[in-house]
């Protein structure tokens, strides 16, 4: 089993910025993709931004130019960056992992972290 954790989500003024942070632990052996999803009441989950072991990154139009994902490979841990906030990114914002522990898959959701961007 894996388990993730987030944090740095809050309420933040338009144009301000925020850092959310997502550790994972449990069984791993190695870790491919990490990301961040966003998802709004009424609406499907959409991808964030999401980057490979070998660093290579993918945004949303949406977000491109403001916001920044990296990752800490000895950590486990992957970062979203979020610059110029607008109150249109107001969401839940959920990181997503998947690897491999030996022989088997794992994909796996953290509980999600409120973003409220308002004056």
């Known amino acids: 089993q894996v388990q993730l954790v987030e944090s740095g989500g809050g309420l933040v003024q338009p144009g301000g910025s925020l850092r959310l942070s997502c550790a994972a632990s449990?069984?791993?052996?190695?870790?491919?993709?990490m990301g961040w999803y966003r998802q709004t009441p009424g609406n499907q989950r959409e991808l964030v931004a999401c980057?490979?072991?070998?660093?290579?990154?993918d945004y949303a139009d949406s977000v491109k130019g403001r916001f920044a994902i990296s990752r800490d490979n000895a950590k486990n841990t992957v970062y979203l960056q979020m610059n110029s906030l607008k109150p249109e990114d107001t969401a839940v914002y959920y990181c997503?992992?998947?690897?491999?522990?030996?022989?088997?898959?794992?994909?796996?959701w953290g509980q999600g972290t409120q973003v409220t961007v308002s004056s």
């Open positions: 997503h992992v998947d690897g491999s522990w030996y022989f088997r898959r794992f994909d796996s």
């Open positions: 980057i490979t072991s070998g660093g290579t990154t």
């Open positions: 449990g069984r791993i052996l190695s870790i491919d993709t």
